[in-house]
Nanobody, 123 residues
């Protein structure tokens, strides 16, 4: 089992930045692929990005490419989502998730989830 706790959400103006963190605990965090997803009101949860272990390969949704960056610090059991040039359409609850391996983008392929953190971008 892996337990995930997100933090770092908040209210920011258009064009601003936020860094989300996801702290992991439980077994062998360092060997997991970590994903970030988001869910806006009335919409389905969608893939934002993911990072693998050990090579830290990354993948991003087209809507965030060039603006968001995922990184991980295995010594701290933490994965980060740096969000720059934020837009109102980025407003959502952001979740981190973990799976055993592979760079995958489907929500149902991630068995472990955090509780989410709210990001609100004002126009």
């Amino acid at each position: 089992q892996v337990q995930l706790v997100e933090s770092g959400g908040g209210l920011v103006q258009t064009g601003g930045s936020l860094r989300l963190s996801c702290a992991a605990s439980g077994r062998t965090y360092g060997s997991y692929t970590m994903g970030w997803f988001r869910q806006a009101p009335g919409k389905e949860r969608e893939f934002v990005g993911a990072i693998t272990w050990p090579d830290s390969s990354t993948a991003y949704a087209e809507s965030v490419k060039g603006r968001f960056t995922i990184s991980r610090d295995n010594a701290k059991n933490t994965v980060y989502l740096q969000m720059n040039s934020l837009k109102p359409e980025d407003t959502a609850v952001y979740y981190c998730a973990a799976r055993d391996y592979g760079l995958v983008v489907k929500t149902y392929e991630y068995p472990y989830w955090g509780q989410g953190t709210q990001v609100t971008v004002s126009s």
